[in-house]
């Protein structure tokens, strides 16, 4: 069997063609006889109604449809079954847990006279071009819910998010609160994908049949996680094409303790419900109050896996993305000095990366306190003097002199019990009275939820970025939770820490940003382990693996593009034989496989050859021509690299038509066998395109010239002999 190693890279350079047409505006409209909400975006139509008890029911959601074509009222359960309440299986927008309701609910509270029964009401709304907000409160108390709907125009993606409000006299505990209920049409051929994962093994596509039951995607350790992603796919009749079938998609934006439940009730309708994990939840709101949910995106596509993952890309790029501007190379000093950071070592690695052609020049960890090794100084964020006598300038401006610009690591929700700051707050950490502090990597977490302890984490990074030019922090995070407490506040406030937690943590970002507004972030945890809607709403980039062997790195890359867009997706060059490997690669291996994403080098380059440096030069020149392509247009998964495929390819087009890039892989040669022919995707058929092999790269009987159509039809056949070679080809389109 062949496992994976030669890499090929087709630049495809065309004049601008005309795009194809955007569909229609994105229409929000209510019809007052059938009392139906219709959604209309992109290539898809949402539709819900208020049924006659008055609650709301989905009653369409899929393909987009004409305007003049009727949509049913809502009503109670298709089927009803003995054992069942008209409410218990009804497909309902946003349901309380009352009235009978089996399937899982959207929201449980617990009133202070013990009633837990909740039944809401249709009450009003108000509805614009591309939002919707519509106000439901319960039967008989004052708890009001108003939820809102909003739709991107191009890519027909919904956001859905939910306020709880108390408006009665004394205050009560919210057990669970969604952001949204989703409802598919009644099918039993659905498959249901989602991401798992570990530390160095992130992003693994799982599919499996969806079978009656239920299925619960969560993290319960206060952030994102590695183990699971808070995003899903349900195809409908799943195929092995990706470009084909129906796909219901969505993703959480939420950074902290999340659940995603997918539900085939015995109608074999399909229910997601998506928001806070409920595990350990308890927010108690006080009379007046409000408690704002995440938001839950979600979408429909009938172009399969492929089509759902290039909408979401683009919706992303669009909508949740604070900045879209080309991903710099990027040079981190990690592996070439660890904790030894001083500025005559530091100043040498930056030629060297300069040398290359790299843009951005990042210190890691080892520059602050008494930071000598990862027992001690976190919290203590002050330059340490012995590794930096005259402070971070003269290294920055030597950094600046070589042409790049500079960035640093922090890790600022964290404390080593050995730090000046401990010594002084050690309530500031999370933790249960009169409990063991149970340390991971030597360190605590600082309880975000405090205001003094967002006050003084803001307060030292705006610090830090204010006296020094900084324009880009390396921020990671690199425990989960224990002992949750927060002994400050009373205990039936002190759950409130899972949602309090990640809103100062969004809140210190957005501060930092809007105080520096061209500073750029990267959200690191371990690798993959905050990686969501959220936390990419408030910075450029993820890093996306500690692991940076390439051959692990298809799959986890693979993963990844199902759910988030390339041009996030942090990719490293680092030293043969990462990690428990021990896998020796080539070069232009290592660079083809980082070369999906934004390129990164992490390697010590103290150790590299003359040779190293000439074909890195070479490479990162490549890079810089297709990265446009690569971190901006849409995503073809031609042969996956999953279940030990021998091969795999991807390829990316340009929104317009105008440039394509593939890559493909192969591992090792095995008894003869040719690499097998590749057919590209969404080239303009009628262009004709130029065919030019990079150094050392040839195709089997490839023509000079040859239309777009003979490229996806045809298509390339790469020669490859032996172990993790490299290829490339560009193809340009001939003068008309």
């Known amino acids: 069997m062949r496992l994976i190693s030669a890499c090929i890279m087709l630049l495809f350079t065309v004049s601008p063609v005309v795009r194809a047409q955007d569909p229609a505006p994105a229409h929000i409209s209510f019809d007052e006889k059938t009392r139906v909400f219709r959604i209309d975006g992109g290539e898809s139509t949402y539709a819900f109604g208020v049924n006659p008890q008055g609650a709301l029911e989905t009653v369409y959601w899929g393909g987009r449809l004409q305007p003049s074509d009727p949509l049913p009222a809502a009503r109670s359960a298709v089927g009803a079954l003995a ?30 006279d013990g009633v837990r029964d909740l039944v809401l009401h249709y009450v009003s709304h108000t ?42 006299k004394a205050a009560f505990q919210i057990e669970k609160a969604a952001a949204a209920s989703l409802n598919l049409p009644i099918g039993e051929t659905y498959r249901l994908n989602y991401l798992t994962g570990r530390w160095a093994g992130e992003f693994n596509l799982q599919q499996v049949p969806l079978q009656p039951g239920k299925t619960v995607l969560e993290s319960r ?51 997601v419900v998506g928001g806070f994990n409920p595990f350990d939840f308890g927010y108690k709101l006080n009379p007046g109050e409000t408690l704002e949910t995440p938001i839950l995106y979600a979408g429909f596509t009938k172009n399969g896996l492929g089509g759902a993952s290039r909408t979401m890309h683009r919706f992303e790029r669009a909508s949740i993305m604070p900045r879209t501007t080309v991903r710099p190379v990027l040079y981190n000093s990690w592996e070439a000095t660890e904790f030894a950071v001083d500025e005559p070592g530091q100043a040498k690695l930056a030629e060297e990366a300069a040398s290359i052609g790299v843009e951005r020049f990042v ?15 976190l919290g203590d964020w002050y330059v340490n003097k012995q590794k930096f006598p005259n402070g971070l300038k003269p290294l920055i401006d030597k950094v600046h002199a070589l042409g790049m610009d500079f960035g640093l690591w922090v890790e600022p929700e964290m404390v080593n019990p050995d730090s000046d700051l401990y010594r002084k707050h050690p309530d500031w950490v999370l933790n249960e009275t009169g409990r063991p502090r149970t ?33 880009f922090l390396k921020w990671d995070y690199n425990r989960n939770w ?22 100062n943590l969004y809140g210190i970002l957005r501060d930092l940003r809007a105080r520096h507004p061209k500073l750029e972030i990267e959200s690191c945890s371990g690798g993959g382990g905050r990686v969501d809607l959220g936390i990419m709403g408030l910075t450029e980039e993820v890093w996306t693996s500690d692991n940076t062997d390439p051959l692990d790195r298809l799959t986890i890359q693979d993963g990844f593009s199902y759910a988030y867009t390339p041009n996030i997706m942090m ?22 496989v980082a070369m999906q994403g934004s390129l990164g080098i992490g390697a010590n380059l103290n150790k590299w050859t003359p040779e190293d440096f000439a074909n890195a030069k070479r490479l990162v020149a490549d890079y810089k021509l297709v990265r446009e392509v690569v971190q901006h247009g849409s995503l073809y998964r031609l042969i996956s690299p999953r279940h030990d495929s021998p091969d795999s390819a991807t390829e990316t087009v340009s929104l317009d038509r105008s440039q394509a890039v593939l890559f493909a892989y192969l591992h090792s040669g095995h008894e003869s066998y040719p690499y097998p022919t590749i057919q590209l995707k969404g080239l303009d058929p009628e262009a004709q395109y130029h065919l030019r092999a990079l150094e050392g790269s040839s195709a089997a009987n490839a023509p000079a010239s040859a239309s777009g159509r003979y490229w996806m039809e045809h298509g390339i056949t790469p020669l490859m002999k032996g172990d993790f070679k490299a290829a490339g080809f560009f193809l340009t389109k001939a003068a008309q």
Do not use: C
């Not at 309902?92 to 009235?99: C, D, K, R, V």
């Not at 210190?363 to 100084?377: C, E, I, N, S, V």
């Not at 224990?482 to 809103?503: F, H, I």
């Not at 043969?576 to 232009?588: I, M």
């Open 83 to 112: 054992f069942e309440t008209e409410n218990g299986l009804a497909p309902q927008e946003f349901g309380g847990s009352g009235a009978g309701m089996v399937v899982e609910p959207a929201l449980k509270i617990t009133f202070p």
């Open 127 to 168: 509805l614009a071009a591309d939002k919707l907000t519509v106000t439901l409160k319960d039967m008989s108390r004052d708890v009001v819910v108003v939820l809102t709907y909003t739709v991107d125009s191009a890519t027909g993606v919904i956001g859905r998010s939910a306020l709880i409000e108390n408006k009665t």
């Open 221 to 271: 350790r206060g952030s994102t996680g590695h183990q699971n992603n808070p995003w899903f796919a349900i195809e409908r009749s799943a195929s092995t094409d990706e470009e084909h079938g129906d796909v219901w998609f969505g993703a959480l934006a939420w950074s902290g303790s999340w659940s995603i439940s997918i539900e085939e009730d015995p109608l074999h309708r399909v229910h």
């Open 363 to 377: 210190m890691d960890d080892g520059w602050f306190g008494q930071r000598k090794d990862d027992h001690a100084g």
């Open 439 to 471: 340390e991971s990597r030597n360190q605590l977490v600082l309880n975000l939820a405090r205001p003094d302890v967002r006050a003084y984490v803001l307060g030292f990074l705006d610090k830090l970025v204010t006296e020094n030019d900084i324009a």
């Open 482 to 503: 224990s002992e949750p407490g927060w002994p400050a506040v009373a205990p039936d406030e002190q759950r409130k820490v899972y949602v309090e937690y990640v809103r």
């Open 571 to 592: 990719a490293w060059v680092t030293d043969t034989g990462w990690g428990g490997t021990g896998r020796t690669t080539s070069l232009d291996y290592r660079f083809l």
